[in-house]
């Protein structure tokens, strides 16, 4: 089965520009997840979307950062306007469970730089 | 709330040794799983191993296992027969079944040929 994948694998941007994240999930994982992961820490999760409702998003900074999940399949994270803190990566990640018991799939990420 | 705690930033093997990573956590809740993440340079978190705090036997998956000291709040990684591939970075993680996975810090393996 196809992986998690995610779009762009890098990006570089100047503070206060904006930046958009891409993730497809495996086909039929009704649940998706974006985490952070800053550099030397494990990620955190920013939002969990059941569908293409939102179930947790109390740590996502909702000043700067959006997400949505049209049709309960492909998701985008919003970054607008980015800080030097913002540089980390960004992981997307499905399950067919809401229950994440028996564990994520993960991307490979998107590393965001902001300068 | 919950938290993980992995205390070796950096951990050293030889080839077709064993090595083994710790992991503390702590959790209020009485029904929970803890997990072995691996991310190799290409980012990608795989899942190396699970285990149910239900569940007193220790899991493994071929040369992983995982020594669980419910009391002690300890769930260290032990890897047999080291292969250049396993080197990675290794991460702890805790849920109590909700969805909320809380990550340790980390532990980079360096495996020497």
């Known amino acids: 089965e196809a992986g998690v994948a995610q779009s762009p694998r890098y990006k570089i941007i100047e503070k206060r520009q904006s930046v958009a994240f891409w993730c497809n999930p495996i086909s039929g994982h009704a649940t998706l997840y974006w985490y952070q992961q800053i550099l030397g820490q494990g990620p955190k999760l920013l939002i969990q979307?059941?569908?293409?409702?939102?179930?947790?998003d109390s740590q996502l900074p909702k000043d700067r950062f959006s997400a949505e999940r049209l049709k309960g399949v492909d998701s985008t994270l919003k970054i607008q306007p980015a800080k030097l803190e913002d540089s980390a990566v960004y992981l997307c990640?499905?399950?067919?469970?809401?229950?994440?018991?028996?564990?994520?799939?993960f991307g490979s990420g998107t590393r965001l730089t902001v300068v | 709330a919950q938290t993980v705690t992995q205390s070796q930033p950096e951990m050293s093997v030889q080839e077709a040794e064993t090595v083994t990573l710790s992991c503390t956590y702590d959790t209020s809740e009485s029904d929970y799983y803890l997990f072995w993440y691996k991310q190799p340079p290409s980012r990608q978190m795989i899942l190396v191993i699970r285990?149910?705090?239900?569940?007193?036997q220790n899991a493994t998956e071929n040369r992983f296992s995982v020594n669980f000291q419910k009391a002690a709040k300890s769930f260290s990684l032990k890897i047999s027969d080291s292969q250049l591939g396993d080197a990675a970075m290794y991460f702890c993680?805790?849920?109590?079944?909700?969805?909320?996975?809380?990550f340790g810090t980390g532990t980079r393996l360096k495996v020497l040929a």
């Open positions: 990640a499905s399950s067919s469970r809401r229950t994440p018991k028996d564990g994520y799939t």
């Open positions: 993680a805790c849920t109590s079944g909700t969805y909320k996975y809380i």
């Open positions: 285990q149910e705090a239900y569940k007193q």
């Open positions: 979307f059941q569908n293409n409702g939102v179930v947790d």
